[in-house]
């Protein structure tokens, strides 16, 4: 079993940036292959990014260039530093594990309760 915890969430204007982290425990997180997604209010969820046993990784087409996924495998965490946000960023993001990997959510087993990101105009 693997809890997952997201924080750094939070409003920023248009053009900033944050970092979001995600702190597992009960497991660690070398095993897992680690996913982020996002919802929008009336969206369905959607991939982000995600990082790979060997550090590979893979970026939804919206995000590339500008978010950076990473992973701490010594503290247990994996990281999404956001840059040159847009308002269409805003949406609840969720921390993910996956023994499988790959961009479909159902491939993921577990799942963190999210941290809400707000880009304003």
Do not use: H
């Amino acid at each position: 079993q693997v809890q997952l915890i997201e924080s750094g969430g939070g409003l920023v204007q248009a053009g900033g940036s944050l970092r979001l982290s995600c702190a597992a425990s009960g497991r660690t997180l070398r095993s897992y292959v680690m996913g982020w997604f996002r919802q929008a209010p009336g969206k369905e969820r959607e991939f982000v990014a995600a990082i790979y046993w060997n550090g590979g990784t893979d970026y939804a087409d919206s995000v590339k260039v500008r978010f950076t996924i990473s992973r701490d495998n010594v503290k247990n965490t994996v990281y999404l530093q956001m840059n040159t946000l847009k308002p269409e960023d805003t949406a609840v993001y969720y921390c993910a594990a996956s023994l499988r990997g790959g961009t479909q959510r159902l491939r993921y087993d577990y799942w963190g309760q999210g941290t809400q990101v707000t880009v304003s105009s």
